[in-house]
T-cell receptor
Framework: GAVVSQHPSRVICKSGTSVKIECRSL??????MFWYRQFPKKSLMLMAT?????????EQGVEKDKFLINHASLTLSTLTVTSAHPEDSSFYIC???????????????FGDGTRLSIL | SQQGEEDPQALSIQEGENATMNCSYK?????LQWYRQNSGRGLVHLIL?????REKHSGRLRVTLDTSKKSSSLLITASRAADTASYFC????????????FGKGTLLTVNP
């Protein structure tokens, strides 16, 4: 159980393009979804937290207008990288969490990540 | 800010040996979790240990938590080549009971 599907797995596109990444919880309802960015051989950096039906909460230094997050349902969140540039190239990973029994005692379930390459 | 720090950064062992990875943190926690990441993939949750627990087991994995020393360890017994991956500790706490803060990870290589 607790499967999270993330698509696409890899995107290569030209500078200036907007890219949408989907994150779906397949067999559970995700009260909260998280978006991370990971640089090569580095840790995960939390970008934003989203709850279904409400605006995402962005971490300090993350541009809201650059990284648009929509959490339209309890099973789907999307991250759109708008007008992407080479410096946005990275590995983006989503995770989903249920709050059953208290969110503080639930693990996060991760997608397989999206490798974004901007030429 | 809260951030775990794993030690060692890299560990190379032979199949069948045990692997121990350590994690230290700075402020109080709600819980501490260990995750595995295979190269180019997402993270897989291994074990969650709460701040009032001292030890947890799952198959070949054993996690300990010492809140007085602000440290945790992950022991993988009888390692296999398939255990080769990066291992991260992550914790909730420090004002948020659900946001995870990750360490930099330990790259474990198990040689056949």
């Amino acid at each position: 159980g607790a499967v999270v599907s993330q698509h696409p797995s890899r995107v290569i596109c030209k500078s200036g393009t907007s890219v949408k990444i989907e994150c779906r919880s397949l067999d559970f309802q995700a009260t909260t979804m998280f978006w991370y960015r990971q640089f090569p051989k580095k840790s995960l950096m939390l970008m934003a937290t989203s709850n279904e039906g409400s605006k995402a909460t962005y971490e300090q230094g993350v541009e809201k207008d650059k990284f648009l997050i929509n959490h339209a349902s309890l099973t789907l969140s999307t991250l759109t990288v708008t007008s992407a540039h080479p410096e946005d190239s990275s590995f983006y990973i989503c995770s989903a969490q249920t709050d059953e029994g208290g969110a503080g005692n639930q693990p996060q379930h991760f997608g397989d990540g999206t490798r974004l390459s901007i030429l | 800010s809260q951030q775990g720090e794993e030690d060692p950064q890299a560990l190379s062992i032979q199949e069948g040996e045990n692997a121990t990875m350590n994690c230290s943190y700075k402020t109080s926690i709600n819980n501490l979790q260990w995750y595995r990441q295979n190269s180019g993939r997402g993270l897989v949750h291994l074990i969650l240990i709460r701040s009032n627990e001292r030890e947890k087991h799952s198959g070949r994995l054993r996690v300990t938590l010492d809140t007085s020393k602000k440290s945790s360890s992950l022991l993988i017994t009888a390692s296999r080549a398939a255990d080769t991956a990066s291992y991260f500790c992550a914790m909730t706490g420090g004002g948020s009971n659900y946001k995870l803060t990750f360490g930099k990870g330990t790259l474990l290589t198990v040689n056949p």
